[in-house]
């Protein structure tokens, strides 16, 4: 293995104009320097690309002639370029000048592992975690580990569940072992998905704090918008089908019922949740009928979703007790689901 493996830096960019010289900024300020940028254009409206062709010449800039999606962005990106490991990255993120390095020196350090997960903390509020890893309920769903948290209080290597996709690096080779990024997905839950994914095949996740990201949380979409909450429920429901054994597929029915009868409880009792705050800006019959567009979306694909779940399960290697053991060890309770904002 090379002493300074090659990386390509993926950055996924629909009208990202605001944050994204920041970003871009950033990643050329790194210590490690054997990498290739690769922005992914989503045919963007404002004048991202003009940024980049102008101020960034050195960036492969590619050009989508339409909104392909987060994960098939980040597909196209690393594509593009031959390396053997692959940062994807937001971009309305920006990292630490150190941040790549440390990813690297701990993949490197932990070959057991297929990706980093790094301490990404909030853009305005940095003493406060955004994500520090994913954890996992069983019904799909995950939820970024420590948010809004001291993020003083996540300073420990150890391993996590998967990467968020704000920030992760990733082995080449895992993509090419269990397939690229779902562009059914388009937005949410691909890093839960790819996380899977990589579990089930036995591989892990390693999470380093001193690589530190700065983040403007949910700038695309909005943190509690519809089309946010719609993707995130459909998707869910889309890696439970695509992973979990058949016994995990059927609890997982009876916990998103749980987590529904809980979100309400908190949304109307306590003012608390994600529920809660999609009511500040919708009512909660839309929310209701969002859950239902999101479940006939989901069940409408079934049989795509069972081709890939075939796919998937033919090369597992973990058994049932195994899963058992990683919502033990990375799950949140019904309550924590219910009350994540």
Not at 86 to 92: C, E, F, G, Q, W
Not at 220 to 238: C, D, M, P, Q
Request: aromatic letters at 12%; charged letters at 20%.
């Amino acid at each position: 293995m090379p002493a300074n493996p090659e990386v390509v830096v993926v950055i996924p960019n629909y009208n990202g104009q605001e944050r994204l010289r920041q970003c871009l900024t950033s990643v050329f300020r790194q210590t490690y320097t054997h990498f290739t940028v690769v922005v992914v254009d989503n045919a963007s409206s404002d004048a991202s690309c003009d940024i980049v062709a102008k101020e960034f010449p050195q960036i492969r800039l590619i050009r989508n002639q339409n909104n392909a999606g987060w994960g098939e962005a980040c597909n196209i990106g690393m594509r593009a370029v031959a390396s053997r490991y692959a940062l994807v990255l937001n971009n309305d993120a920006y990292l630490d000048d150190r941040c790549l390095a440390v990813m690297v020196q701990a993949l490197e350090a932990h070959p057991e592992c297929s990706a980093c997960a790094c301490r990404i903390l909030l853009w305005d509020q940095p003493e406060l975690a955004e994500v520090c890893g994913l954890a996992i309920y069983p019904d799909g769903s995950s939820c970024a580990r420590g948010r809004l948290e001291p993020a003083a209080q996540y300073n420990k290597t150890e391993e996590v569940f998967a990467a968020s996709g704000c920030c992760a690096l990733y082995r080449r080779s895992l993509f090419e072992t269990v397939g690229y990024f779902d562009p059914d997905f388009f937005m949410y839950c691909d890093d839960t998905d790819i996380g899977w994914r990589s579990q089930l095949i036995g591989l892990k996740c390693i999470y380093t704090p001193d690589a530190l990201v700065y983040h403007s949380h949910s700038q695309a979409a909005g943190s509690y918008s519809e089309l946010k909450a719609f993707h995130v429920e459909r998707n869910r429901i889309w890696v439970a089908m695509k992973h979990f054994s058949l016994p995990h597929l059927l609890l997982g029915f009876f916990y998103a019922l749980a987590r529904y009868a809980d979100q309400l409880y908190l949304a109307l009792c306590r003012k608390k949740g994600a529920l809660a705050q999609f009511r500040k800006k919708s009512s909660l019959g839309a929310g209701f009928l969002l859950l239902l567009k999101a479940h006939i979306a989901a069940f409408s694909k079934v049989p795509t979703i069972w081709q890939k779940r075939r796919a998937i399960q033919k090369l597992r290697k973990i058994t049932n007790r195994d899963i058992d053991g990683l919502f033990e060890r990375f799950g949140v309770t019904t309550r924590q689901m219910a009350g994540y904002e």
